[in-house]
């Protein structure tokens, strides 16, 4: 894939990155929580790898089978918002019935949750639908095919536009700008559209980057400049452009994503937003769309009488399929992302295997676990049994926090030396996973590669278990502070181990 450099540097200014004349100095993580969703601190690995995660299927966590919701509610945005678990999606009676394409009014509809496993649907009373407001409708108007919220994080965020949102096709001008006090009364931020150019057939969204001090949008576009789709996209793939805002009105830098190492393939939506435990790091679970065909596979797939039925009303109901993939990046526009599926269809079973099967919705969020004593975990929720019948659901996932990608060795050992770095703080602690044979040892060098007195693998107690939030201690103890804001580099011996995340923080005496 080509990409636009001039944009691209454009974009990087505005992202608080390494500027060209300084990619020789050390990275300072400060007390930054690093994750390896990408390769920014790895300078090498020996007998290790870097071992992408699947999130692990739990109950269906909401079914949309009221009438004004139906097989094609999509587009789900899930934010945390104090004790609420708020989710917001289209409803839409869009399918298939009887071989034929069945066409409906489309609403954007609220959820909401305690515990973020099982959502409600409160009956708001705020708009009609068929002659009755007993619904859980927030919004009929403008953009209702891809409305979506977030929660403005900047300090100075005026309370009545607390949540804000984007939402719009190409045939009504563009996305349009929208504003809440309370996630559920929305109005117009102006008439007219924010951003025009796109086709933004998709889940359009925008969020406040804290870390770059910018509002950063991510919208469909297509590649080689066309905005048209057709089913086969001939002249081009569905992909994903972005632009940037200091006030949420006025958008500039526009450009389309570059990726390290990836194909051109049809990238439906994006999901792209700061991680919220390390959120200087975007991470974006876009859902890849592939069209595989009539074949002896496809007919092997589940419920094959519903499938034909599909294809006959749309041949891509039928024979194209969907799953999530996961992307990460430190500037907004270029990212490394997994070729391989990190939300896979998964096994065959009915409501699976097609398209509009694992759309994973917007924002991971924090959950507790239900296993009794162990830690929170991430939650994702994702689609399933969409296009046929009177409903589809979202089922959720689970995930270790920040345990999208690990370091992983086996029990004959591997190493992992980190690029030199700075640090703040006077304690090492690591997200970690062994076994019971397994561990971790981890050596503070000089930027050349010498080892710190007292801070040696020899030093280091062999760290094992199962944890989030571990100390390391060497025989001088855990007090690193003495070479805090030097220039060090981190050696990590690993056995039967997976190293997910590092930070150091500063510890109370």
Known sequence: MKYNLGLLALF????????????????????????????????SLKNARRQLHHPVAQDIAIVHDAEWEGAGSGYHSILHDGDVYRMYYRGSALGVENGRLRLGKEVYCYAESRDGINFTKPNLGMHEYKGSKDNNIIWTGVGTHNFAPFIDARSDCPPESRFKALGGLAKEGGLFAFQSPDGMHWSLMSKEPVVTKGAFDSQNLAFWDATAGIYRAYFRTFTRGTTTAKLWAPEGYRAIRTASSRDFLKWENEADLTYTDSPEEHLYTNQIGPYFRAPHI?????????ERGWSNSMRKLPELKKREQRAAGHLRYGTALTEGLLMASRNGVHFERWNEAFLRPGPQRPDTWLYGHQYIGWHAVETKSRLPGAPNEISLYASEGSWHGKGNAMRRYTLRLDGFVSVNASLKGGELLTKPLKFSGNQLTLNFATSAAGDIRVEIQDAEGKPHKGFSLEDCEPVFGDTLNRTVVWKSGADVSSLAGKA????????????????FVKAKD
């Open 488 to 503: 060090v580099r981190l050696r990590f011996q690993l056995r039967d181990a997976d190293l997910y995340a590092l930070q």
């Open 282 to 290: 975007l991470v974006g679970f876009p859902t890849r769309y592939i």
């Open 12 to 43: 990087v200014c505005l992202s608080a990155v390494t500027v060209a004349g300084e990619k020789s100095k050390p990275a300072d993580i400060a007390s930054r929580r690093e994750l390896f969703v990408d390769d920014y601190l790895i300078a």
